[in-house]
């Protein structure tokens, strides 16, 4: 299977081959592009993420748990 179209293909028959090539070039670094950004805006925000996520889960117990207690030299 070819992914350049047949030379039969209605609208599509009157365009170079080269152009195919460059339409798939482009459609892959777009697709390319979005999956390095989401890469990007996991690991920016990722742990904040599952922070909140996990806190939820717990019920909310995590975000006590983590208090800091008063310190003896404040008495």
């Given at each position: 299977?070819?992914?350049?179209?047949?030379?039969?293909?209605?609208?599509?028959?009157?365009?170079?081959?080269?152009?195919w090539f460059w339409f798939w070039l482009s459609f892959a670094r777009a697709f390319v592009d979005i999956?390095?950004?989401?890469?990007?805006?996991w690991f920016v925000f990722g742990s904040y993420f599952l922070e909140i996520v996990t806190d939820l889960e717990a019920g909310g117990r995590q975000s006590q748990a983590?208090?800091?207690?008063?310190?003896?030299a404040s008495k």
């Open positions: 299977m070819s992914l350049l179209p047949e030379a039969g293909a209605g609208l599509l028959r009157g365009i170079p081959g080269g152009l999956e390095l950004f989401l890469v990007r805006v983590r208090a800091v207690p008063p310190s003896p």
